[in-house]
């Protein structure tokens, strides 16, 4: 993954695209994997994430422009916390009912988020017109220093943190604590049967991965120099569950491929004229198609096929 | 606002079918109304063609989708609605581009009516004196006639229901072009009091959902009670507390859930 990282820029150029593109792919992939931890490992599905990346987004934000918090790191941290700080209320009322109902509320109190983000939150994130002029700052880390000034600089950092994000979330997934979230996927009566109060499971998961949104909302931006209102919009919490399932929800890589596929594409065809307006379109219909054909999205996908193989030939 | 969540609940308390894509069909019904109405000037055209447009697409998506997803768990469907959403809205959106159009209110709807010292825009009372007629309809539909009984039996029981003779799959079908036809129409009759544009059914989707979950999932009087309930608190919240007016309404959801997790009139169970 370290070695992935490393050359995926080069890639990028390889086949059109650049740094920055590379950039966007990992924010949402950061993103991503809080989804998946909650989707893909313990089959709750969210569709108000967005109201979590706003807030790490705009609390870091906001902290940044304003010099209360000068310094990025801890900005990002603080937005970070804000974010899951907001995940346990909203986790704590919303898991009180599952699936179907599950879902609704979590769009709802997304939509909340929004709303007051817009009117009584104006003061401070300035409505509609987001947080311009985030400042893109030089990170001191002791030995070294990240400048975000420059595009390979906001990347290494972007980088580094999904790196830190993606070892931690394969730390959490092996552990113990995970492996009861799988058993609340898979059953969730036999795994409170076994004597696990779930609730407080899920609850932890779904503040986990509030706080993943949060820290990837902040980098949106440090990466952008601007923290748009959409961070907050109900096709925010769309775009990041299809990006997930798209990849495939499960699977530890699937929020990156998904991320890449989905931004990739969206630049790709954007660039072509005939179908520029009708991106998402086409997007919308691969998601429907891969919903319906691969449930486990395409690295499950691939990893079913591999399989297949190995069965056929063994 | 009640039309849109009858639908919805129709669809979900009868079908056990959660459907993301309400709001794009709620789209697609207001665009199929506003292509008829400004080509003919006929509002009753225009309502027939949001109705058809609706209904027909509602029996399109569920023969060659929807159908193989009654046995999969919710969450598929959800996301398979979802993405049926985006497939809507967009293709609605490279047809007619994303520009909000205008869709003029009817000439029999200008106006405003003095009720008790407080004047209504004449359309508004209009539109709710239709409401009402299609949810008595719809209610004698479903409870009072035999094409009810059957959908209902259908439901509890496919398998003896299909022993006796009757098709359910297509008994389905009609339900759920039914659900996607109330949204049709909701989409033509809200259109001269929102603009028509291809977004404008996702603001409706989530406001149904909190109606739904206010009123009680599946229950037909907890459809009209939380409508009433959420359009009240959004009226009475814009004339005194603007800011807060949409927030609010999320507020009394998670108040309701609190209080009474399954919904004002709802049944315990079913998940």
Redesign the interface.
């Known amino acids: 993954m370290a070695v992935f990282l490393i050359i995926f820029p080069t890639l990028m150029a390889l086949i059109g695209g650049d740094v920055t593109l590379a950039s966007r792919v990992l924010i949402l992939a950061t993103f991503g994997l809080g989804v998946d931890l909650i989707?893909g490992f313990t089959?709750l599905?969210s569709f108000g994430q967005a109201a979590f990346y706003g807030t790490g987004g705009f609390v870091a934000g906001y902290l940044m422009l304003q010099h209360i918090v000068p310094n990025t790191l801890l900005a990002l941290g603080i937005g970070t916390v804000a974010a899951a700080l907001c995940g346990a209320v909203i986790g704590a009322?919303s898991l009180?009912?599952?699936?179907?109902?599950f879902?609704?509320?979590t769009?709802?109190?997304g939509?909340?988020f929004f709303?007051?983000e817009n009117?009584?939150l104006?003061a401070f994130t300035v409505g509609e017109s987001g947080l311009p002029g985030v400042p893109r700052a030089t990170i001191p880390l002791g030995f070294t220093t990240i400048d975000c000034t420059s595009a390979i600089g906001t990347y290494t950092f972007i980088a580094v943190i999904y790196f830190l994000g993606y070892l931690l979330m394969r730390r959490i997934i092996a552990s113990p604590f995970g492996r009861v979230l799988r058993a609340i996927l898979e059953n969730p009566e036999r795994a409170a049967a076994s004597g696990h109060d779930t609730l407080r499971y899920k609850l932890v998961a779904f503040t986990i991965a509030a706080a993943y949104a949060g820290i990837a909302g902040g980098l949106l931006g440090v990466f952008q120099g601007y923290m748009p209102p959409d961070a907050f919009g109900?096709?925010q919490s769309?775009e990041i569950?299809?990006v997930t399932?798209i990849g495939g929800a499960g699977t530890l890589i699937g929020p990156l491929v998904g991320a890449f596929v989905w931004i990739y594409l969206q630049h790709a065809l954007q660039n072509v004229s005939a179908i520029s307006?009708?991106w998402?379109?086409i997007?919308?219909?691969i998601?429907?198609g891969l919903?319906?054909g691969f449930?486990r999205g395409i690295v499950g996908g691939v990893v079913a096929l591999v399989r297949a193989r190995r069965k056929r030939t063994a | 606002m009640a039309l849109v969540a009858l639908g919805l609940t129709i669809v979900?308390g009868l079908l056990g079918f959660?459907n993301f894509a309400h709001g794009a069909i709620f789209t697609a019904g207001a665009y199929g109304g506003w292509v008829v109405y400004t080509k003919t000037d006929s509002f009753v055209l225009g309502i027939i063609a949001a109705l058809a447009t609706t209904f027909v697409l509602g029996i399109v998506i569920e023969r060659l989708?929807i159908r193989?997803y009654y046995n999969r768990?919710?969450?598929?469907?959800?996301?398979?609605t979802?993405?049926?959403a985006?497939?809507i809205v967009?293709?609605i959106?490279?047809i007619f581009t994303g520009q909000t159009q205008m869709f003029n209110t009817p000439a029999w709807g200008n106006g405003v009516i003095n009720v008790a010292g407080i004047f209504y825009p004449q359309y508004r009372l209009e539109v709710i004196g239709v409401v009402a007629v299609t949810l008595l309809a719809i209610y004698l539909l479903i409870y009072k006639t035999k094409i009810g009984l059957i959908v209902r039996a259908g439901i509890d029981d496919p398998l003896v229901v299909n022993l006796l003779g009757i098709n359910v799959r297509r008994t389905f079908m009609f339900v759920f072009a039914m659900g996607a036809a109330l949204a049709g129409l909701a989409g033509v009759f809200d259109s001269p009091l929102l603009a028509v544009n291809p977004d404008m059914g996702?603001?409706v989707l989530?406001q149904s959902?909190?109606v739904?979950?206010i009123g009680g999932?599946g229950s037909f009087g907890g459809a009209i009670v939380g409508g009433l309930i959420a359009g009240e608190i959004i009226s009475l919240a814009t004339a005194f507390i603007?800011?807060?007016s949409?927030?609010l309404l999320?507020?009394a959801?998670?108040l309701v859930?609190?209080l009474r997790?399954q919904g004002l009139f709802g049944v315990v169970g079913r998940?």
């Not at chain 1, 009180?96 to 109902?101: A, E, I």
């Not at chain 2, 768990?73 to 398979?80: F, G, K, T």
Request: proline share 6%; no cysteine.
């Open positions: 989707f089959g599905l009322l009180r009912q599952v699936g179907v109902y879902a609704m509320l769009l709802a109190f939509e909340l709303f007051l009117s009584p104006r109900i096709d769309g569950i299809v399932v307006g009708i998402k379109l997007l919308g219909l998601f429907v919903i319906t449930r | 979900f959660v989708l193989s768990p919710p969450e598929d469907q959800i996301l398979v979802f993405g049926l985006i497939v967009e293709t959106r490279a996702t603001d989530v959902f909190v739904i979950v999932v603007p800011d807060y949409q927030a999320y507020v959801m998670a859930l609190i997790p998940s």
